[in-house]
């Protein structure tokens, strides 16, 4: 069993930055690839960001690519959603997951969540 905690949420003016952890309880970065999915409300949840151990991939979604950065520390056992650039439509619930080896865009191919960190961006 993997557990996986977010912080780092927050409120933060359009154009501002953010940056998101998502501590997992044992190591698994070496392993699993590690993605942040959003859900803004009243929408499907999206996947944003992944970051594959296996081969070192990194994948965004079009809207956040040149803003947002995903990375690691192995040594900590935690991933990072820098986020810069932000904007309103940014706001959501963001959420950290993993699933073995590599990267996917479904949230059923997923096999591990955190509980969510909510992102608010005002204009």
């Known amino acids: 069993e993997v557990q996986l905690v977010e912080s780092g949420g927050g409120l933060v003016q359009a154009g501002g930055s953010l940056r998101l952890s998502c501590a997992a309880s044992r190591f698994i970065l070496g392993r699993y690839a590690i993605g942040w999915f959003r859900q803004a409300p009243g929408k499907e949840r999206e996947a944003v960001s992944c970051?594959?151990?296996?081969?070192?991939?990194?994948d965004y979604v079009d809207s956040v690519k040149g803003r947002f950065t995903i990375d690691s520390d192995n040594a900590k056992n935690t991933m990072y959603l820098q986020m810069s650039s932000l904007k309103p439509e940014d706001t959501a619930v963001y959420y950290c997951?993993?699933?073995?080896?590599?990267?996917?865009?479904?949230?059923?191919?997923?096999?591990?969540w955190g509980q969510g960190t909510q992102v608010t961006v005002s204009s």
């Open positions: 970051i594959s151990s296996r081969d070192g991939r990194t």
């Open positions: 997951t993993a699933r073995r080896d590599f990267c996917s865009a479904y949230r059923s191919n997923y096999n591990y």
